[in-house]
């Protein structure tokens, strides 16, 4: 089994862009290798290039997916850049485990926001509203108005929003 902890080590490990101490953390489990194995062979016989988003997605999809069945179907979504991260990931993995044996692929990237932009203007506009909404309170706490419940509120909205550039606009505003 070193034979292939020793090829994982070289090859697979740094494609996927992992750190040194998640490389052999995962040296230490032979499954998980030879999965990451297989879906970068897949990933190379489909010349897609795996930068450190879709490394970090690729590893986590081997890592926490608890029926391999249904590994083909989001990893094809990420291959073909249609899961982007980890918050398309998660919910791609709560719907098949909420639909183990029968699912339509339509519906699977239905469930994980499959093809849905926010842009920064979006984000932009639901912050100011709700900034506006709770005026009264944040100048009431001023610095100890919690900026977590209107970044819940904003998720609520834009599901689908990225979470670092909706706090960096609650931040700015």
């Known amino acids: 089994s070193s034979g292939i902890n020793a090829e994982w080590l070289l ?3 740094s494609r996927l862009g992992l750190s040194e101490a998640k490389i052999k953390d995962t040296e230490k489990n032979a499954i998980l290798c030879t999965t990451l194995n297989q879906m970068i062979s897949e990933a190379d016989e489909k010349n897609v290039e795996i930068d450190k988003n879709t490394g970090t997605l690729i590893y986590s999809l081997a890592g926490k997916l608890k029926k391999k069945e249904h590994l083909p179907a989001i990893y094809g979504l990420i291959l073909q850049k249609k899961i982007m991260n980890d918050m398309q990931l998660v919910a791609a993995m709560e719907y098949v485990k909420a639909n183990p044996v029968k699912f339509e692929l339509d519906a699977l990237e239905n469930a994980c926001g499959v093809g849905v932009t926010v842009t920064a203007e979006q984000i ?14 944040i100048k009431s706490q001023r610095y100890r108005f919690n900026s977590g419940a ?4 904003i998720r609520k909205e834009l599901k689908w929003a990225d979470g670092k550039l909706v706090k960096a ?5």
């Open 169 to 173: 606009e609650i931040e700015s505003q």
């Open 150 to 153: 209107l970044m819940g509120m």
């Open 124 to 137: 932009k506009e639901a912050v100011l509203e709700k900034i506006e909404k709770n005026l009264g309170q």
């Open 11 to 13: 090859r697979p490990g």
